[in-house]
């Protein structure tokens, strides 16, 4: 991944959001109605943050988890 402006990308050059059901996901481009595609930031215990948050959570879905 790379942080660039507060913009993530994956290796695809796709963007790094929060869909409008507040998945985190990636697509190129980002989903109309995405609620954010900026505003992240590296911590210094490296992890991720969205605008003052480093609170992500998961939940499984047949196989995977997703991440909100």
Do not use: E, H, M
Not at 24 to 37: E, L, N, R, V, W
């Amino acid at each position: 991944l790379t942080l660039s402006g507060g913009i993530l990308k994956d290796q695809a050059d796709r963007t790094g959001y929060v869909a409008s059901d507040y998945q985190f996901q990636f697509d190129s481009p980002p989903q109309a109605g995405a609620i954010y595609t900026a505003g992240f930031s590296y911590c210094a215990n490296n992890s991720l943050a969205l605008g003052g948050s480093a609170i992500f959570f998961q939940c499984w879905s047949g196989g995977f988890f997703n991440l909100y």
